[in-house]
């Protein structure tokens, strides 16, 4: 589903050289409290523990993670919970970093089998919606930035709100889009910062697309952008339509557009449309996110150097940073600006999830493995090697973060404890909710010697966990 090749072109294999971390044990920088758990500004290399051995625990239930010791709650089974049509164990995921499967009162949580069907549960794994239960979606849901039951989706040319009551779903028209054939949610975009945005892609009678967003108090659009090129067949149940790959929201709802291809044309790499053009973020295909930094700056969060948009230039020591940049100086094509900010210097392979602003500076980040042998795979997969003897356990490796947007504060929760190396859904993909409370990742961590037989898809055997960082 999405490319790792991207990734080869920014990351060498070694461990990080230059790493800046404060030296206090607190985050003294923050107006904010300092989170319930986790290693805060700490540099070290940590190997987990227990690697081939370690078990998790039940459903509903919770470890201490023995290095940086944070509570993981495990919220699935896909050796028990459920089965598909066939008889056959579903794998479980929270789908993707970008947009929250958390509700906003943190009481329910979004979860996506390797069906293709959607279930919500509570936080603590109990289900609350089943499967048959819930709508099919085109696209992804995504839930109302105000009222823990309501969400929306789309199917077919309309866009729906679901209300949740008892375990059912009350479904509501809110809007037919009748210009189009049909319409999607599509991969990555959660709904606005402001909680009245979304953003949707239209197809035209020939097979252009229109990428719009919609207000869903003025039930207008607010931007459109119309794609030269075209796709074939129809949008409706597709989460990546024809060339766009990905599709986010500035935090003042403004499009990004990730196209399928790298290059420097009009419809490669990723786009910001302004309303009348689109300027160039990256010519490559990236991992990114938005947000407001702590100044009220809507800002771009990504790998940004001379390989992904010729002349930009990365704060970081060696160049090949995960840097945090204001949109106005992309937009203006400044190659460096007193606002970028260099948030890890030179880290592995990583997603990056971000909710936020001055009063929710907190973002996650997911890092995982994409080298042809190495520590995570399957123990029985001939690809693995054990840590450390490989030479290749980095820092910040199968870690899920916390960073502050102003890059002051890093706090280190868990090992995921996934075998990301062995496919797309096993990497964590950590996800922050809207509020900062909460982080949930994807893992295998059940199963680190292979997955169990008579599995829905063979190699695909991954749970969804949660952590509890602010109360």
Not at 282 to 293: L, S
């Amino acid at each position: 589903m999405r490319r790792l090749q991207f990734a080869l072109l920014f990351f060498s294999l070694t461990i990080p050289q230059a790493m800046t971390f404060a030296q206090s044990g607190t985050d003294s920088g923050s107006s904010q409290s300092p989170l319930l758990c986790g290693k805060l500004n700490d540099g070290m290399n940590y190997l987990p523990p227990d690697w081939n051995t370690f078990v998790p625990p039940s459903t509903g239930q919770s470890y201490i993670d023995p290095v940086f010791g944070c509570a993981v709650k495990r919220l699935t089974n896909s050796s028990a919970d459920e089965t598909a049509w066939d008889g056959s164990h579903l794998s479980f995921m929270h789908y993707y970093s970008t947009f929250t499967p958390i509700n906003a009162t943190d009481t329910m949580v979004f979860i996506i089998s390797n069906d293709g069907l959607w279930r919500i549960k509570d936080l603590n794994g109990n289900m609350v919606v089943p499967s048959s239960n819930t709508p099919i979606f085109s696209g992804h849901p995504v839930w109302d930035a105000m009222n823990g039951g309501l969400f929306y989706y789309t199917s077919y040319n309309a866009l729906f709100s679901g209300s949740v009551i008892g375990n059912t779903i009350q479904r509501t028209p809110m809007h037919t889009f009748t210009e189009y054939s049909a319409i999607v949610s599509p991969d990555s975009a959660d709904l606005s910062q402001d909680g009245d945005h979304i953003a949707l892609v239209g197809q035209n009678a020939d097979n252009t697309m229109d990428v719009f967003v919609w207000s869903l108090s003025q039930q207008a659009k607010t931007s459109l952008y119309r794609t030269t090129c075209t796709i074939s067949g129809s949008v409706s149940g597709s989460s990546q339509p024809g060339c766009l790959h990905k599709l986010q929201l500035t935090a003042d709802n403004l499009l990004t557009m990730e196209f399928t291809y790298d290059g420097p044309n009009l419809e490669n790499g990723i786009r910001l449309w302004t309303g009348s053009t689109l300027a160039h973020l990256q010519d490559k295909t990236d991992h990114y996110d938005t947000g407001y930094d702590l100044n009220g700056n809507s800002v771009f969060i990504a790998m940004n150097n001379s390989l992904t948009l010729q002349n930009l230039i990365n704060p970081c020591p060696s160049g090949w940073g995960m840097d945090v940049r204001p949109f106005s100086s992309m937009i203006a094509g400044q190659s460096t600006s007193p606002g970028n900010i260099c948030l890890l210097d030179h880290p592995q392979y990583w997603h990056v999830s971000f909710r936020g602003s001055a009063s929710q500076p907190w973002m996650a980040i997911s890092f995982f493995d994409a080298r042809p042998q190495g520590p995570e795979f399957y123990s029985n997969d001939p690809n693995y090697q054990i840590p450390p003897t490989s030479s290749a356990w980095e820092l910040y490796e199968d870690e899920i973060v916390l960073a502050k947007v102003d890059a002051s504060a890093v706090y280190r929760l868990a090992h995921a404890r996934s075998r990301s190396s062995e496919g797309y859904w096993a990497q964590p993909h950590a996800t922050i909710s809207r509020d900062g409370k909460y982080v949930i990742f994807t893992s295998t961590m059940a199963y680190p010697n292979g997955c169990p037989a008579n599995m829905h898809v063979p190699g695909q055997c991954s749970d969804v966990y949660l952590i509890n960082v602010q109360r």
